[in-house]
């Protein structure tokens, strides 16, 4: 049986690890979020394609809950220096952006193997390889595209779009959004991607961020038509729990985008695609309200910071293939 | 007085060290070779401009002789992972070059910089000035230039042409050299670095590798005829002392061009732009050839691993100014 996920970032890395303690590695085609790449000091930096990586390679400092075990920080350290004399108006010397040491080494290959013509598939296996991850790791396009975000709030950047990282991390989510979209001109999805989504026993959307981690992979062109096309054997794991994101910006996001933030908002998103949605157990009374936005609803424990939840998450999700 | 040092790497940093116990900083400018630069992972890396800050700065860890003082290298430890996946033929991951940690932040600096469309100078002024450097640091061009090594011997590469970087740190400039040139192609020296050489009260030409280091500003148009232009208030400083360089290849590589290895041999490189040659006490017996060669002998303690004996040096040369 091969099991093709629909990948964010954090949620969608632990999905995966549970999914690794029950099926062959082989078997598993991770379809990874790109439009939250950036570049930062002349380095191509995919966040979502290294959350998964690191995490699967057990390689995360699990206590603090990001960033590699053991890592430093003494290159970012170093750049305050250089912060205080960048001219007005600069972006140069981001220190907003933290970049450890040793998770350096990762951009550093990316940046050197796409500068020599290898596409972000090719390295992107490569890195997996060097990880000695088993799962296929495909990011979903290898062309430019990117998350725009709109900022709300009376900030002195309301009204202004920025990009995912600016919003996400430099403004740490802390101000409303009034419109997300993806710029993508010519992006599309890779003949891998498409192949797995068409191939696979099972589609999982993984518990990752509707809008801004699943919405980027489909606006892009084919992937709905794919998962519509297999919408029976399509499951997507909500990443709403009790009405609140368990990591991250989704809950409120989705408010201010006019989406009720619970898991009867997100089967409104899913349901076109989507036949299944896994809910946390503390959802149970919404099941009704689910099933009326046209998704079956399945109450199982979602919540993977416990041992053993999200190796029987992803059993849960495979009772979904056809 | 006005003083511009034509420079190269540590040679030259000595020198820039003992020079500015001697003067105000304000009335010092470093012509600076940039035809080592690289890129790296992405990265613009100058390896003489950054040589001359942290010396000047006083940050360079004196002990080790190189790098920064307090420097760790955990991201090039980390590249490890990748140079063993890379795929053959691939140069990226090259981990040849030893880039430390902290040491990292600079060529984040200026390669961010680059890419938002400052030129070379104006970054490296901003590098000088995030260091509180008092002298004025010019890259010699704004251009992209670089010298190329031919190889020799009987290794793998016999025959083939490489950067500097390469033949200097990959191969550890133990390969015999048979010829060197600059691509430089339309490369000028920027009118701050010309008019610093016809403005200048004295014109010191560094004790660096007359070949590899004052050669690339050489080859520059313009450069050599405004030297010639004031030749009387030029003087060069001998990198041979005794036959040998202090540091680095200067000896092999004059011997293999079919340049005498010796302060003679510099003297018939630097004659037709240069009035004066400075050489350290060992090489006394010189003086009547150096003479012949055509450029008055200066004899003077030049090692300046001793303390002082930089500034002492400094004051010799200042002695030319017109």
Redesign the interface.
């Known amino acids: 049986m091969n099991v093709t996920v629909l990948c964010g970032g954090v949620g969608a890395a632990r999905f995966l690890r549970g999914l690794l303690d029950v099926v062959e590695a082989s078997t598993v085609t991770a379809v990874i979020n790109t439009a939250d790449d950036t570049v930062?000091?002349?380095?191509?930096i995919s966040p979502d394609l290294d959350t998964i990586t690191y995490t699967l390679a057990g390689a995360t400092d699990d206590e603090r809950g990001w960033g590699l075990a053991g890592e430093?920080w003494?290159?970012?350290?170093?750049?305050g220096?250089?912060a205080?004399?960048?001219?007005a108006g600069?972006?140069?010397?981001?220190t907003w952006f933290n970049l450890g040491?040793?998770?350096?080494?990762?951009?550093?290959?990316r940046?050197?193997?796409l500068?020599?013509g290898?596409s972000l598939t090719e390295v992107t296996a490569?890195?997996a390889?060097?990880?000695d991850l088993g799962l296929r790791m495909l990011p979903v396009t290898d062309d430019r595209f990117r998350t725009l975000v709109t900022l709300g709030g009376d900030g002195d950047e309301a009204g202004s779009e920025v990009t995912f990282q600016d919003y996400f991390v430099r403004l740490r989510h802390g101000v409303p959004v009034t419109d997300v979209r993806f710029e993508h001109h010519d992006a599309r999805p890779t003949d891998a991607v498409l192949a797995a989504l068409h191939d696979a026993d099972v589609v999982v959307i993984a518990p990752s961020n509707p809008i801004v981690s699943i919405g980027p992979l489909r606006a892009l062109p084919g992937i709905d038509e794919a998962l519509v096309a297999r919408r029976e054997s399509v499951v997507a794991i909500s990443p709403i729990v009790g009405g609140a994101a368990l990591k991250g910006p989704a809950d409120r996001m989705l408010t201010e985008l006019g989406v009720e933030p619970s898991v009867t908002g997100v089967a409104g998103l899913y349901a076109p695609v989507a036949s299944a949605l896994v809910v946390d157990t503390v959802d149970a009374d919404h099941r009704d309200a689910v099933e009326a936005a046209g998704m079956r609803c399945v109450v199982t424990p979602t919540i993977m910071s416990e041992a053993g939840v999200g190796a029987e998450l992803a059993r849960t999700c495979l009772q979904f293939a056809r």
């Open positions: 930062l000091h002349g380095l191509s430093t003494n290159a970012m350290a170093a750049l220096r250089y205080e004399v960048r001219p600069s972006g140069a010397a981001p040491d040793t998770d350096l080494a990762t951009h550093f290959y940046t050197a193997r500068t020599e290898a490569e890195i390889a060097a990880w």
